[in-house]
């Protein structure tokens, strides 16, 4: 708890284009003496991070107070025009009165990715269950999950074949596999037990997500007859990354110290046990308490 969230979520029409965007910002002479850009921020849905970015900014006046939020005028005087007429009659009496701000604005997402020079983050629902680095001037919204962590081994044990096959099997399948599955706080993360490594064992797992993530990046940044987006190089996966994939949960498994041909049955009852295992001492302290 504490780490894994699910994104902010407007409520309302608060996103607008690059355009309108860069317009904002290049504004000056607020009250404040502040820039735009406090505000006015590139926004991620599920979609952003699994077939790459739509360009869409957000305006995101976080918790500030309607006095404080009115003196980024171009922004607030948008919010107040195109927002308030949907929010002012919103049946949630807090989503009414506080028409300017995100409905659910995530305190606890802001307070713990505040400082962290990038963030994991993952769509809510996706066919394939990718985990992507997210800069800190974008904000995340409802349709992701945030995780705040920065570094590789965090991210490396979410993205191996142990997390997945546990997060598939506690989330929510949709209709069919093609439309994806749902991932959740409370199910799929909090319930994982993460590995106890060795420090050679946690270097090995960062070093292993560094490498997927060069190798992708790099097919990302190519070009050829088609957009390159990571649904796609999932749907055709190729060799390379296969091979990436595989280092990888190698060395998460040796961090378990579990074979990696443990199938996704032998997989679920060893995850199981262990996650079992840790929580017996929780229950007893409360049982005693």
């Known amino acids: 708890q504490g780490l894994c969230f699910m994104g902010a979520s407007p409520k309302g029409p608060f996103d607008i ?45 976080a918790l500030l107070p309607m006095e404080e939020a009115a003196q980024y005028e171009a922004p607030f005087e948008y919010v107040k025009r195109v927002v308030y007429p949907v929010r002012s009659i919103n049946r949630r009496a807090a989503y009414a009165q506080k028409w300017w701000q995100y409905a659910e604005a995530r305190p606890g997402m802001r307070a713990a990715i505040k400082g962290l020079p990038r963030f994991i983050a993952t769509p809510e629902v996706s066919k394939h269950r990718i985990f992507v680095w997210v800069s800190p001037e974008v904000l995340c919204n409802q349709q992701t999950l945030v995780f705040a962590r920065s570094d590789e081994y965090f991210f490396g044990v979410l993205h ?46 960062a070093d292993a997500a560094r490498e997927l993530v060069a190798k992708r990046d790099e097919w990302l940044a190519g070009q050829d007859s088609k957009p390159r987006h990571l649904t796609r190089l999932y749907n055709e996966r190729p060799t390379w990354l296969d091979l990436a994939h595989r280092a990888l949960d190698a060395a998460v498994f040796a961090a378990y110290g579990w074979k990696p041909d443990l199938t996704d049955d032998d997989l679920l009852a060893a995850l199981l046990a262990l996650n079992q295992e840790r929580a017996a001492p929780a229950a007893a302290s409360k049982t005693i308490s």
């Open 17 to 61: 284009d690059g355009e309108t965007a860069r317009a904002m910002i290049a504004a000056t002479g607020n009250p404040n003496k502040r820039p735009n850009s406090d505000v006015v921020r590139p926004v991620a849905s599920g979609i952003d991070l699994s077939r790459g970015s739509r360009g869409c900014w957000t305006i995101d006046f």
């Open 160 to 205: 191996s074949r142990i997390h997945e096959v546990w997060a598939l099997k506690q989330g929510t399948q949709l209709r069919e596999k093609e439309s994806g599955a749902r991932y959740t706080p409370t199910t799929s993360f909090e319930t994982f037990p993460f590995p106890k490594p060795t420090p050679a064992q946690e270097a090995a797992i």
